[in-house]
């Protein structure tokens, strides 16, 4: 039995099944778990969706931002644009099927050898059990009897930093942007939404959230995909970028928790 946490797949079915091939993936005793963004910008979301659910207990997944705007949307709170590559899930038959599944995703999930999983990272400022309490704040949220009153204020930059002292839809949004939008951080642990490319160009006073060592995680390392200019790089950090850009072009990236092994999908495939 093996198991592997997959990086951004963003809706790039092919690379997806190709990967699974490459890896030799068995449903019956392997396990998938993966990091988030399913959907968005490549050619076959409905297909990708269809594909993970289909292998049921084998394949598992945090959710990223694209994740919950697609859920926003399904609750009719947002209409996707086409670049998106979402529309033809909302139009779908099994569109019901495939968004409850979808729903029912993570926001942080503990994997075996002291590794966890989030979709953006874990912010220096929390401890591990910090964000597993946050994490199930919001999956409570959403699951809850109300979730389009969470969907509705989850959107917005502020405030951009935490304080525990943050209640109701405005934790939830803070909570959010941290487990999924997160790249750039101050010295306060704030975060910066407009920077999107690599550390070479990071402004000054910013850092990445894995470049601070964070005590509160004590051995556990975290693995994270959203940020795609690193394409898979984080310099030394004990943390793992899964997010090898395989949407603009390059791989998608499957780390073999057992023995740190990582396997790519063809370059280009979508």
Avoid at 61 to 88: C, E, M, R
Avoid at 182 to 204: E, N, Q, V, W, Y
């Amino acid at each position: 039995m093996a198991h592997y946490a997959i990086g951004d797949v963003q809706g790039c079915r092919a690379a997806l099944e190709d990967l699974l091939e490459r890896i030799d993936f068995d449903p019956a005793q392997d396990r998938l778990c993966l990091a988030g963004d399913l959907v968005a910008r490549g050619p076959d979301s409905l297909g990708t969706l269809r594909l993970l659910h289909s292998l049921g207990h084998a394949a598992d997944s945090v959710l990223g931002n694209h994740d919950l705007h697609l859920i926003a949307a399904h609750h009719g709170l947002v209409t996707p644009k086409a670049k998106d590559g979402t529309l033809p899930i909302l139009e779908a038959h099994d569109r019901d099927i495939l968004m409850s599944w979808l729903t029912q995703r993570h926001m942080l999930i503990d994997l075996p050898g002291h590794y966890v999983l989030t979709h953006a990272g874990i912010p220096p400022i929390w401890s591990l059990d910090t964000a597993r309490h946050c994490a199930r704040e919001v999956e409570q949220a959403l699951r809850g009897p109300d979730p389009a009153a969470f969907l509705a204020g989850m959107y917005g930059n502020e405030p951009a930093g935490w304080s525990d002292d943050l209640s109701g839809s405005t934790r939830l949004r803070v909570i959010t942007n941290y487990l999924t939008r997160m790249r750039l951080i101050d010295a306060t642990g704030a975060l910066d939404f407009s920077h999107k490319a690599g550390l070479d160009t990071a402004p000054p006073g910013l850092g990445a959230w894995f470049a601070i060592d964070n005590p509160g995680l004590g051995e556990t390392r975290v693995l994270f995909g959203h940020w795609a200019a690193l394409l898979g790089d984080t310099g030394h950090s004990p943390h793992i970028a899964l997010d090898h850009g395989c949407v603009w072009g390059n791989t998608l990236c499957a780390w073999r928790l057992e023995d740190g092994q990582c396997f790519h999908s063809r370059p280009g495939l979508k």
